[in-house]
């Protein structure tokens, strides 16, 4: 499986194929509320049956992770950040080493790649902060590459060949 998470009103991609999940952040979706309910009682999916109860079997099960997200002070947009907050059940509550940094251990053994699409203006401080960002994302999710474009607007999103 594969997942496309995006922040977009409009959908302007058509042919991703049918392996492709695709979930728009803009919905009523609770914030993660940090009771690890998802880690100590519900093994893998959130207490809370919203549209992001299931993000981090969602997260986990998706072999290439595409994200599309407005920048925004140098991370994700607002939307796009509570969905990633609420795939934390992705990770089991216990701590391993890597690069010389502590995280979570996955609950999922995925092979996993990782894209990241920001669009919108931004500086260069921004744009570093960003992709630092993306660069911890990826080792948390032990992801095997990982890959962050710019585009400087959202018509320039499909130019990027999705």
């Not at 998470?5 to 194929?17: M, T, V």
């Not at 979570?104 to 995925?110: A, F």
């Not at 260069?124 to 992709?131: C, I």
Request: hydrophobic residues 35%; contains cysteine; aromatic residues 14%.
């Amino acid at each position: 499986m594969n997942i496309l998470i995006h922040d977009l009103e409009k959908y302007p991609f058509q042919d991703l194929g049918d392996n492709f999940k695709i979930i728009n952040t803009n919905v009523k979706a609770v914030p993660c509320q940090g009771c690890f309910k998802c880690w100590t009682k519900n093994a893998g999916y959130c207490v809370y049956a919203d549209a992001f109860q299931h993000s981090g079997a969602a997260m986990g099960n998706s072999e290439n992770i595409v994200i599309i997200s407005k920048i925004c002070y140098g991370g994700y947009s607002p939307s796009v950040k509570r969905f990633l907050d609420r795939s934390i059940s992705d990770n089991l509550p216990f701590f391993t080493f890597r690069k010389g940094k502590t995280y979570h251990i996955n609950r999922y053994k995925i092979k996993r790649n990782l894209t990241v699409y920001f669009y919108g203006e931004c500086s260069k401080f921004e744009r570093e902060t960003a992709e630092e960002y993306v660069a911890c994302l990826s080792i948390n999710i032990e992801a095997d590459t990982h890959k962050i474009i710019f585009a400087e607007g959202l018509e320039n999103l499909g130019e990027l060949g999705l």
